[in-house]
């Protein structure tokens, strides 16, 4: 257990309204990211984070932004939702092992 | 652009059967992680392979990375219906060691 918890586990939001999910984790790990999961496409990273303030994109960035104000939380937002972003979002955290990543429960989004 | 093709998509098997889910690249990676996740929660983590031709045994489950370091097999012997759920393979490269992943094998093992 790598200590992730995310929130909500569950929201259903109205196209066009701003959506922000939390990663928060206990252990101070460095590196945290963003991933969506979809039939068809597996797991796509969004952003990832390497320290306080320090974010960059990933393959599926367009349409999201995220904000790292201290270690232990990792904020997405979606500014204005689409139908499109309906999807699972998993936070993970990068262990000791660099190339390790340890995920989060999953938060299922849906846009109607 | 680093991609890992995953097959088979599916499988469907009977308890007992034997089976290979195989994970392909034209890439090479620093190293392979195989996950299993089941519905509603996150991957988990069974192995990590890094050097090339390395063969890892986790009771019933045996990984294999290819002497290029482009490849990895899982194969599981005597299923059970406990191994159902779905099976990724990551591949970690690039600058800052980001995990590329297939697009899954999902396993159901019939009692």
């Known amino acids: 257990d790598a200590g992730i918890t995310q929130s909500p586990r569950h929201k259903v939001t109205e196209t066009g309204t701003p959506v922000t999910l939390r990663c928060h984790q206990t252990e101070n790990h460095r590196y945290m990211y963003w991933y969506r999961q979809d039939p068809g496409h597996g797991l796509r990273l969004i952003h990832y984070s390497y320290g306080v303030k320090d974010t960059d994109k990933g393959e599926v960035s367009d349409g999201y932004s995220v904000s790292r104000s201290k270690t232990e939380d990792f904020l997405l937002t979606l500014e204005s939702a689409t139908s499109s972003q309906t999807s699972v979002y998993f936070c993970?955290?990068?262990?000791?092992?660099?190339?390790?990543?340890?995920f989060g429960p999953g938060t299922r989004l849906t846009v109607t | 652009t680093q991609l890992l093709e995953q097959s088979p998509q599916f499988l469907s098997i009977q308890e007992g059967e034997n089976l290979t889910v195989y994970c392909n690249s034209s890439?090479?990676?620093?190293?392979l992680q195989w996950y299993r996740q089941e519905p509603g929660e996150g991957p988990v983590l069974l192995v990590t392979v890094v050097t090339g031709g390395e063969v890892k045994k986790l009771k019933r489950l045996t990984f294999q990375f290819g002497d290029a370091r482009k490849d990895s097999s899982l194969h599981i012997t005597a299923a059970q219906p406990g191994d159902t759920g779905l099976y990724l393979c990551a591949g970690a490269g690039g600058s800052q060691g980001n995990l590329i992943f297939g697009k899954g094998t999902k396993l159901s093992v019939k009692p």
């Open positions: 993970a955290i990068r262990g000791q092992d660099q190339f390790i990543q340890y």
């Open positions: 890439s090479v990676f620093s190293s």
